[in-house]
C-alpha cells in the first residue's frame, strides 16, 4: 500500500482529521487537506478533471467556501503532478454564469428555446411518466440512451435495467471504435484509454495523423517528450506540418487516404530485407507466410505514386522504426474514423507493431494489468426479444454492443426500422456537434416523441428538447472511480466533489437513483450513497476508503510486458489461435479482407480542398468554447489553407471568408490563415467552434463548425463508424470583406 505525505505537506494523521471536519460541506462525504493560498488558510480536495476525458489527477483548492483555483494532484501516479490548460480552467466552468441552473419543461415548438423552469420532481416525476408511456406502447427498445463521459454510466445502468440495448456514445463509432475492432483482431484485446504507450522508454515513436502536443493528453505529452530527449527517433505522416512534425526525424506529408498503401509498403521493406522480429514473431504469431506474400507487390516505388510520398522517404523510414525494435512505440491513434477504410487501416498498424516485436514490451505497447473490485448482487439485466437497432453484431458485425453505433440510432430513428425508436436521453453529449451529418440528427429529433438532455451547458441541442435537466459539474459530485489497468502501474482514481451542487443542479448518481427509485428499478442500484457506493469497488484492493480519498488515487505493481506476465492474467493473446493474427481468419468468415487491401480514395475536384480538422491544446470538442479563461486564449479558430492555394484564389492572411461543400452547406465566417504547413489540396480547422447556441454567450457563433460541413461519410462496413475525412469543400465565391 503506498505511503507518504498528503499533497499539502501533511501528516497523514492531520490529513484524515482534515477530511472528517470538512466532510459535511459537499455532496458526498471529501476527503479535503490545508493548504495555503495567498498567505491564507486554504483546503484542497483530491479528485480528477472532466475538462476532458483523460482525467488527470487534480487538487482543487478551496477559499473561502470556492474552488479558487486547480493545481495538479503529484499523487496521482499517471499525471504526476501536471494538468494542461483546460485543466487549470476547470473552476471557470464551474462558475460559468450561462450554466444551466434547474430543471425545465419545452413550452414552445421544438428549436424555438421557450421553457419553463420546474421542480426537480415535476421534472422526474415528468421524465418517468414519459418513459412508461413509451415502453407501454412501443417497448422499452424505442428509447435509445445517447452518453458521453464518466457520470454518464449511473444513468446508463437505469436504462439498462427500463430494458432498452439501445445505447451508442460517439468514443466508438465516431472516435476509437475501428482502433479497437483492429487491435482485437490482432491481438486479442484493444487498446483501451489510456492507450498503454510507453512513450518514455521508446527508442522511435511513428505517428500517423496523430497529434501529440495539439490533442493534449497530460501524462502522454510527458512521456513522449521524455522518449524524444532521451533520443527516440520519431517518424510523423501528416499531410499537415503539426505540432509534432516539427519534431521529427522524417515528416511523411502523405496524400490523404493513402495510409494503408505506406504501411503495406513499410511491411514489405521490413519483411523484404528480413528486419522483422523472427524470434517473436516464431513464438507468437500466425499468418506470417501469407502476409508475406500479400505484401510482395507493395514496394515503396508502388506506394510513392499513391502516397506522393518519395520511395527513398519510405524505405529509410521502415528502416529507422526497424533498427529500434522492439521499442517501438507505433502510436494507435484516437480519432481514427477518417475514410471508411478505418478498421483495415488500424489492422495494418497492429501487424506493423507486430512484426516489430512491440506488442507486450518494454518501449512499445503494454500489456493492462487486472484490479480486482468489487460488485452488489443485482439483478440481471432484462434481454430484449428485439435486439438491438443500430446494426451493432448485425449490419455491422464487429460493432461493439457495449459502446453502439450512434448513426445507426439515427438511422433508426428516422426509419422506424429495424423498429420505431421514438425518445432519445442525451446524457452529456452534444449529438449536433460530435456526430456528422447535422441535418439528419436534427430530422430524426423531429421525428421524436421524447427528448430529454442532461447537461451542464445550455448548448445547441437543449433548444429541441423536451426536458433539460441540469447536471452538476465535475467538481461538484461523486462519479464512479477511474480504474485505469492499462497503465505500467495500475491505478484507481477517485472524483469527489470540492464544493456543494450551485444553482438547482444534480450530480449524476443522485438523478439515476431518483429515476429508478419513480421507475421502480432501485435493485439495479443497491447503495445508498457515494461512500458506499466506493467502498464497496475497492474492498478487494486492500485499500482503505479514507486513504483513497485523501490521496485521490492509488496505484499498484503492474505486469506491463510478455515476460512479466503470470497465469492468473488470462491469455496473452486471447485471439482464436492463441496468437498474434497476422491474417485473420474472422475476418475472411465474415467476408473481409483476411489482410488488409488498399483501394484508392477519392480526391478533391480541381477548386476544391480536402477537409480536415483537429484540436487545440486549450480546448475540448465542443465543450470548452464559453469557459472565459480558455476563451480568451482562442476564442475563434482559423483555417488553415496553402500559402500558395490562398495566393491563388486571392486571399489574404486574416481575410474572412465563407466554405461551402459539395451539398451546399455553408460555415460562418472564418479567418483565413495562408501556411506553407499543409498540402495544396486541403484545408484545416480546429473542430468544436461555431457553435449556434444563443444561451453560450462566449462561444455562440465565434468561428466555424467544421461538423456543419461534414454531409458525407464513408461508413466502415466491419464496426460501422463514420470517416469523416471524405468532404470537399472550396471558398464560397462572394469572398466576406
Not at 152 to 175: D, I
Not at 595 to 618: E, K
Not at 714 to 728: E, H, L
Request: with cysteine.
Amino acid at each position: 500500500m503506498p505511503h507518504g505525505l498528503s499533497p499539502g505537506g501533511v501528516s497523514r494523521r492531520d490529513w484524515f482529521r482534515a477530511t472528517a471536519a470538512t466532510a459535511a460541506a459537499t455532496s458526498a462525504a471529501t476527503a479535503a487537506t490545508p493548504g495555503q493560498r495567498a498567505g491564507k488558510p486554504a483546503l484542497q480536495v483530491a479528485t480528477n478533471c472532466e475538462m476532458c476525458f483523460w482525467r488527470c489527477g487534480a487538487l482543487a483548492k478551496i477559499q473561502d467556501g470556492r474552488v479558487a483555483r486547480i493545481e495538479g494532484n503529484p499523487q496521482h501516479p499517471l499525471t504526476l503532478g501536471r494538468l494542461c490548460a483546460r485543466g487549470n480552467a476547470g473552476h471557470q466552468t464551474l462558475y460559468d454564469p450561462d450554466r444551466l441552473k434547474r430543471p425545465q419543461l419545452r413550452t414552445g415548438a421544438r428549436g424555438e428555446g421557450r421553457f419553463q423552469e420546474v421542480s426537480w420532481d415535476q421534472a422526474l416525476d415528468w421524465f418517468a411518466a414519459r418513459l412508461t408511456e413509451l415502453k407501454n406502447k412501443y417497448g422499452p427498445e424505442s428509447v435509445a440512451y445517447l452518453p458521453h463521459g464518466a457520470s454518464s454510466g449511473f444513468f446508463g445502468t437505469v436504462m439498462k435495467a427500463f430494458g432498452t440495448p439501445n445505447s451508442a456514445e460517439p468514443a466508438f463509432a465516431q472516435c476509437r471504435g475501428p482502433r479497437e475492432v483492429g487491435y482485437a483482431l490482432t491481438f486479442g484485446r484493444g487498446v483501451a484509454s489510456p492507450e498503454p504507450l510507453d512513450l518514455a522508454n521508446a527508442r522511435a515513436v511513428v505517428l500517423i495523423g496523430s497529434h501529440i502536443g495539439e490533442n493534449v493528453f497530460t501524462s502522454q505529452v510527458t512521456q513522449f517528450s521524455e522518449g524524444l530527449a532521451r533520443g527516440a527517433k520519431l517518424i510523423v505522416v501528416d499531410p499537415r506540418f503539426s505540432t509534432a512534425a516539427a519534431k521529427a526525424d522524417h515528416w511523411l506529408p502523405i496524400r490523404p487516404g493513402t495510409d494503408i498503401a505506406l504501411l503495406l509498403a513499410w511491411i514489405n521493406v521490413i519483411l523484404s530485407e528480413e528486419l522483422e522480429d523472427k524470434e517473436y514473431l516464431a513464438k507468437y504469431a500466425q499468418g506470417l507466410d501469407d502476409l508475406r506474400a500479400h505484401v510482395k507487390p507493395f514496394t515503396p516505388e508502388w506506394a510513392s505514386a499513391e502516397t506522393e510520398l518519395p520511395a527513398g522517404l519510405i524505405r529509410d523510414s521502415a528502416r529507422m522504426m526497424a533498427a529500434a525494435k522492439p521499442a517501438v512505440v507505433v502510436h494507435p491513434g484516437r480519432h481514427v474514423t477518417w475514410y471508411g477504410d478505418d478498421t483495415q487501416r488500424s489492422r495494418a498498424m497492429a501487424i506493423l507493431t507486430a512484426l516489430l516485436g512491440a506488442w507486450g514490451r518494454q518501449g512499445g505497447i503494454l500489456l493492462p494489468t487486472t484490479i480486482k473490485r468489487g460488485s452488489f448482487k443485482t439483478p440481471p439485466f432484462p434481454e430484449s426479444k428485439r435486439g438491438r437497432a443500430d446494426g451493432a453484431g448485425t449490419t455491422y458485425p464487429l460493432a461493439s454492443e457495449e459502446l453502439g453505433v450512434s448513426n445507426g440510432l439515427i438511422e433508426a430513428t428516422l426509419t422506424a426500422k429495424p423498429y420505431p425508436i421514438k425518445g432519445w436521453v442525451v446524457y452529456g453529449q452534444n449529438v449536433l456537434e460530435s456526430i456528422p451529418q447535422r441535418e439528419r440528427t436534427l430530422s430524426a429529433i423531429r421525428l421524436l416523441d421524447l427528448l430529454v438532455v442532461v447537461d451542464i451547458l445550455p448548448v445547441e441541442q437543449t433548444l429541441y428538447a423536451d426536458l433539460i435537466l441540469p447536471e452538476a459539474t465535475y467538481l461538484e459530485r461523486y462519479d464512479a472511480p477511474h480504474i485505469v489497468e492499462t497503465a505500467a502501474r495500475p491505478f484507481i482514481s477517485v472524483r469527489q466533489p470540492a464544493v456543494p451542487p450551485m444553482y438547482d443542479s444534480r450530480p449524476g448518481w443522485w438523478i439515476a437513483k431518483a429515476m429508478a427509485a419513480r421507475l421502480g428499478l432501485e435493485a439495479w442500484l443497491p447503495w445508498k450513497n457515494p461512500d458506499e457506493h466506493l467502498a464497496k469497488l475497492i474492498e478487494p484492493m486492500g485499500i482503505s476508503l479514507g486513504e483513497l480519498k485523501a490521496r485521490g488515487a492509488v496505484a499498484f505493481e503492474g505486469r506491463p510486458t510478455i515476460e512479466q506476465r503470470i497465469e492468473a492474467d488470462g491469455p496473452l493473446f486471447p485471439t482464436e489461435s492463441g496468437k498474434i493474427e497476422l491474417s485473420s481468419k474472422l475476418l475472411k468468415e465474415i467476408g473481409h479482407d483476411a489482410i488488409p487491401v488498399y483501394r484508392p480514395p477519392a480526391d478533391p475536384p480541381p477548386g476544391w480542398f480536402r477537409l480536415l480538422y483537429g484540436r487545440a491544446p486549450v480546448h475540448s470538442f465542443a465543450r470548452t468554447e464559453n469557459n472565459a479563461l480558455l476563451n480568451g486564449l482562442m476564442s475563434e479558430n482559423t483555417v488553415w489553407m496553402n500559402d500558395h492555394s490562398a495566393r491563388d484564389l486571392g486571399l489574404a492572411a486574416g481575410q474572412r471568408i465563407v466554405l461551402q461543400n459539395a451539398d451546399g452547406n455553408e460555415s460562418l465566417p472564418i479567418s483565413v490563415q495562408p501556411t506553407a504547413a499543409i498540402r495544396k489540396d486541403c484545408v484545416y480547422m480546429v473542430h468544436g467552434f461555431g457553435q449556434q447556441a444563443p444561451g453560450l454567450h462566449k462561444a455562440n457563433a465565434r468561428g466555424a463548425s467544421d461538423n456543419a460541413l461534414i454531409s458525407r461519410v464513408a461508413i466502415d462496413p466491419i464496426m460501422g463508424s463514420t470517416g469523416m475525412r471524405v468532404n470537399f469543400v472550396r471558398v464560397k465565391p462572394e469572398v466576406q470583406s
